[in-house]
């Protein structure tokens, strides 16, 4: 089932029609039989992955539908040259091939129509292991998801644009203020988190060394594929500090404990696991600020549930507000400490 992230089948179609032309199905056809030469002709097949009203990703081919056989194309809005240009970098890092930590390979970036054609990935993301109910199998996905991000801060070329915790803090004073205007019981939570994320704000990057970002780094964006680990969806790539990724897929996973158990603790063991191959990994001093991080996360995602979803869930809102105070304070809103860090 593809994923509509503010996307209505209105905009799919149109981003679909763009794949369609003439020249753009050529070209797609033509990276397609470089993959697969052996695979009979036959008419385009399209099938949104995930859609979102400013991009949308298809697993596209031609002849027979093959789930094992695609390239994956991607239509922007406007001109993501810079995402090819990042992956390529990427590649050459050692990030691609049969390495065991890896990215998609792109393929190709068709300028006018904004389009970015990358190899499809088999295997199985991570997020479907942590939706399940292998406990042994979860820590061993934490390992090597901790262990990619690490090896991509220290690997990864330092390009792109520096995020710095000033650009977060303009969007944690909107997300705050939302939340206020709510009223009620949340409107308090989100005043109070928004004055001690404004108290804890890192100094610029406070003596921590900006990294390879990934900028959407969660359970979702990691497929495992037999022994490869491989990080999707860059769209986000950036230069930050090393505990915003660190922060996005731990929230990103307690969340998911949340939506099948009702709770965010269900994956505290895996997200220790995490921690300990991530800071094994990883760059120096890369948890120095993961309060922030994770506060500032939570909020964003208290926002969300509350303005980002229909019907919205003020419950949901309310815990992740107690979260990133909790975060701040590494105290559980219950009083209970959190796995500490290896």
Not at 17 to 37: D, I, K, N, T
Not at 41 to 48: I, T
Request: aromatic share 8%; hydrophobic share 40%.
């Amino acid at each position: 089932m593809p994923v509509m992230d503010g996307s209505t089948p209105e905009i799919v179609a149109r981003f679909a029609a763009v794949l369609r032309q003439e020249e753009v199905r050529e070209e797609l056809e033509r990276l397609f039989r470089s993959r697969w030469p052996g695979q009979p002709a036959g008419e385009m097949n399209l099938r949104v992955l995930k859609a979102h009203k400013r991009r949308c990703t298809f697993d596209t081919s031609f002849g027979s539908e093959d789930s094992a056989r695609g390239i994956i194309a991607k239509v922007y809005q406007r001109d993501r040259s810079d995402v090819f240009a990042a992956m390529e970098s990427l590649v050459a890092a050692g990030f691609g091939g049969t390495s065991e930590f890896a990215i998609p390979l792109p393929l190709a970036y068709l300028a006018t129509p904004h389009v970015l054609v990358q190899e499809k990935v088999s295997g199985i993301q991570a997020m479907e292991i942590f939706m399940g109910d292998e406990a042994e199998k979860q820590f061993s996905a934490a390992r090597r998801c901790g262990a990619w991000l690490g090896h991509f801060q220290m690997k990864g070329p330092q390009e792109g644009h520096l995020n710095d915790p000033g650009e977060l803090l303009l969007s944690v004073r909107y997300w705050a203020g939302a939340l206020r205007d709510a009223g009620g019981p949340l409107a308090a939570k989100a005043d109070l988190l928004l004055r001690k994320l404004e108290a804890a704000v890192p100094a610029a990057l406070g003596g921590v060394e900006p990294r390879a970002g990934h900028g959407s780094y969660m359970p979702e964006h990691v497929m495992l594929s037999g022994s490869r680990m491989v990080g999707i969806d860059l769209d986000e790539h950036d230069l930050a500090d090393p505990a915003r990724d660190l922060a996005w897929f731990i929230v990103s996973l307690e969340r998911l404990g949340l939506k099948k158990q009702g709770s965010l603790r269900i994956h505290d063991r895996a997200i220790e696991e995490f921690l300990r191959a991530y800071v094994a990994a990883g760059p120096p001093k890369a948890l120095s600020h993961l309060s922030f991080y994770k506060a500032a996360e939570c909020l964003h995602r208290a926002h969300r549930d509350l303005y980002g979803r229909k019907p919205p869930i003020p419950e949901w809102s309310a815990i992740m507000l107690d979260e990133g105070l909790g975060a701040l304070g590494w105290v559980r809103p219950n009083g209970d400490h959190p796995p500490s860090p290896p």
